[in-house]
């Protein structure tokens, strides 16, 4: 790891290679750019780099020496893009391998581990002799096997998490639904139980069933009321007879 951070930071390219040779806009902004570089001033590189750039377009050293500002504080996206601007612009070999051996770090820096791989890959078919680019292509590489069997680990870990949520999702939709078809069958049964206690309520009150015995006694009582009424209706006959019927005279 320690000789990747070396490599990472050792390869940037020396900016004054860049400054030669150059027109007349924009090389005042680019000379301040390089020595607060130098001074490790990169905000200030920054600055002046991107004052270059908006002065000259198309400026392929600006440009580059502002992906290296931004790469030396962090910003490692803002890099990333004027890298790749400088690769598309750079006329020489040698300067398109050392834009795209950049972009490959800058990359790297976000773990965009199969986009870095892509980027050295250009770079050594630039400069293929490079040994830091080899070895940080090596890197990344590895990086990225690792970031793969992560990421089919956590894949598992979720697909687990996801089938133990299912299983219990589903076991209480289970249970409610056995819950709802209770509930569904106590409502049935009070309301019929409430049908009944209607129908009940409606209905006459049922006459007691009487006994034998009980019949027994009222047809010897009718029999006896029967017998009585004969008796009385006889000695109302023979009284009738016995009346003396009186002539009028």
């Known amino acids: 790891m320690k000789r990747y951070l070396l490599i990472l930071f050792g390869v ?11 027109p007349e806009p924009g090389k005042s ?8 570089y130098e001074d490790k001033d990169f905000a200030f590189s920054e600055f002046a780099y991107r004052k270059a750039t908006e002065t000259r377009k ?6 580059f020496n502002l992906g290296n500002a931004y790469y030396q504080q962090g910003k490692y996206t803002e890099a990333a893009g004027e890298y790749e601007k400088a690769a598309n612009l750079s ?18 820096k976000q773990k965009e581990y199969a986009q870095s791989i892509d980027a ?9 002799g490079d040994a830091e680019t080899k070895y940080n292509l090596a890197y990344a590489q590895q990086m990225l096997k690792q970031q793969q069997q992560q990421n089919q680990e956590q894949n598992k870990d979720d697909q687990k998490n996801q089938d133990q949520k ?3 999702d589903q076991k209480n939709d289970q249970q409610d639904q056995k819950q709802d078809q209770k509930d569904q069958q106590d409502q049935q049964q009070d309301q ?11 209905q006459p009150p049922r006459q007691q069933q009487m006994t034998q015995d009980q019949i027994d006694k009222m047809l010897q009582a009718l029999e006896f009321q029967e017998e009585q009424l004969q008796k009385e209706l006889q000695r109302k006959k023979v009284q009738a007879v016995k009346k003396k019927v009186e002539k009028d005279w």
């Open 29 to 36: 902004d680019l000379r301040q750019g390089n020595k607060a």
């Open 12 to 22: 940037l390219p020396s900016l004054a290679a860049h400054a030669q040779w150059l």
């Open 192 to 202: 019929k139980d409430q049908q009944n206690s209607e129908n009940q309520q409606q």
């Open 91 to 108: 006329q020489t070999p040698a300067e398109k391998a050392e834009a795209f051996h950049n972009l490959g770090n800058a990359l790297l």
């Open 166 to 168: 299912d299983q219990k």
């Open 120 to 128: 050295y890959k250009k770079a050594l078919r630039e400069n293929p």
């Open 58 to 63: 198309a400026y392929s050293p600006a440009i």
